[in-house]
């Protein structure tokens, strides 16, 4: 499988501070991406980072990606409390997504 | 962006009764939708990639007859639990990528639907 795996599973910070969240990945891809998904929701896309990229910001977001570690992590700066969700990495390849086991962030005000 | 419905976004059924759940893109064509579903507090699993005018691709370990896929229109896929289990309750996530963005990979999603079997 080429599901990824996150770490940390779990995640509580203090409103203002940075979130940081690491994804591993099996196999080759033509890009990562970071979803969010609010409790009972469907999922949010959040930033794309093709395979021939090395970092890529959108907003507060921060993603990197080492291909040669199969690594990618993604960084959530000055947090919120509505920030407060699951984080998922999804690797692409052969046209569809695979999504790894998530992070579970709480931002507490 | 692309916006992608789902209904019924709750459903409770009786076991042995089959459960229709319809995914549709809103604004845009998508020939193929992505049929996933999640257990609590884990991730997504693809189930089976649906495509329009054609046989849907389903993942190893689903049984296509246990979720029958039609992608009848551009716009519209229907997951259909068949004679559903308790085991079967979930939460069933479809997306759709739109057909000018085959390239890019971003997924839009439907909300879920949530099945409860009794």
């Known amino acids: 499988s080429q599901q990824g795996e996150e770490d940390p599973q779990a995640l509580s910070i203090q409103e203002g501070e940075n979130a940081t969240m690491n994804c591993s990945y099996k196999?080759?891809?033509?890009?990562l991406q970071w979803y969010r998904q609010n409790s009972g929701r469907g999922l949010v896309h959040l930033i794309l980072?093709?395979?021939?990229?090395r970092e890529k910001h959108s907003g507060r977001l921060r993603v990197t990606l080492d291909t040669s570690k199969k690594s990618s992590s993604l960084l959530i700066t000055a947090s919120r409390a509505a920030d407060t969700a699951s984080y998922f990495c999804?690797?692409?390849?052969?046209?569809?997504?695979?999504f790894g086991a998530g992070t579970i962030l709480r931002v507490k005000s | 962006g692309a916006v992608v419905s789902q209904h019924p976004s709750r459903v409770i059924c009786k076991s042995g009764t089959s459960v229709k759940i319809e995914c549709r893109s809103l604004?845009?064509?998508?020939?193929?939708m992505f049929w996933y579903r999640q257990f609590p507090k884990q991730s997504l699993m693809l189930m089976a990639t649906?495509?329009?005018?054609?046989?849907?691709?389903?993942e190893q370990g689903v049984e296509k007859d246990k979720f029958l896929i039609n992608h009848a229109s551009l716009t519209l896929s229907t997951l259909t639990v068949t004679s559903a289990h308790p085991e079967d309750s979930s939460f069933y996530i479809c997306?759709?990528?739109?057909?000018?963005?085959?390239?890019?990979?971003?997924?839009?999603f439907g909300e879920g639907s949530r099945l409860t079997v009794l």
């Open positions: 980072i093709r395979s021939n990229e």
């Open positions: 649906s495509n329009e005018g054609s046989k849907a691709t389903y």
């Open positions: 999804a690797t692409d390849a052969w046209n569809k997504l695979v």
């Open positions: 196999t080759s891809i033509n890009n």
């Open positions: 997306s759709a990528r739109p057909g000018e963005l085959a390239n890019t990979g971003e997924l839009f």
């Open positions: 604004d845009f064509q998508a020939t193929t």
